[in-house]
């Protein structure tokens, strides 16, 4: 399954992976934007914490690591890890590159930073007054899901006046501000873990 989706909607999957496992089946979660939900606070849960199997991470994706570096985790008993080990035999190169595996452990390193630092409240105020300043523009509209958990780190906006994603999206791109993705009713802004001057990456 993929938790969270792009555009950082992540529902409760406790349930879910309980029916999976019941049923005898191995859960593999795709959370290829949630390498850093590990961070907790106003994040939703990691797939670990749920209880999944095995969790995909793009870590190059919303942390410091090089493109293509990614996380694979495995937890419990059910999936046979050495059967894992033979497929991933099978797909990887035989010559990984350091270079990715080296920032993957900048990428780590910089998380646990951030926990140890204890800035990760003062992330997510700075992040809440970003949309809020989206907000109060009378022409935007800033969009949370109400039934799903909420990834701080996306902005979902509208028009109020009636363009289209693809139409704002130009609008905001002529101002500097260039938005990941657009589609017919909004544009998607992902924002970074702010980088403090006392992080050293």
Do not use: W
Request: glycine share 6%; hydrophobic share 40%.
């Amino acid at each position: 399954m993929t938790y969270p989706n792009y555009y950082g909607h992540a529902a409760d999957l406790s349930k879910l992976i309980d029916m999976c496992h019941e049923a005898g089946m191995i859960v593999l979660v795709d959370e290829a934007h949630g390498a850093f939900f590990v961070l907790g606070g106003a994040f939703p849960p990691s797939a670990l914490s749920y209880g999944a199997d095995v969790v995909v991470q793009s870590a190059h994706k919303t942390l410091p690591a090089m493109t293509m570096g990614s996380y694979l985790h495995l937890q419990g008993g059910r999936m046979d890890a050495k059967r894992l080990k033979t497929f991933l035999t099978m797909l990887q190169s035989s010559s990984p590159s350091y270079p990715i595996m080296a920032s993957l452990d900048v990428a780590r390193a910089y998380v646990e930073e951030i926990k140890k630092k204890e800035i990760l409240d003062g992330i997510m105020k700075e992040l809440a007054e970003l949309k809020n300043e989206f907000n109060r523009i009378p022409q935007l509209e800033v969009i949370e899901s109400e039934l799903l958990s909420n990834d701080p780190l996306k902005c979902v906006i509208r028009s109020t006046k009636g363009l289209t994603g693809y139409e704002l999206k130009r609008v905001l791109e002529s101002v500097e501000v260039h938005p990941e993705l657009a589609d017919e009713h909004q544009v998607l802004l992902i924002f970074g873990l702010e980088q403090k001057k006392d992080i050293p990456f």
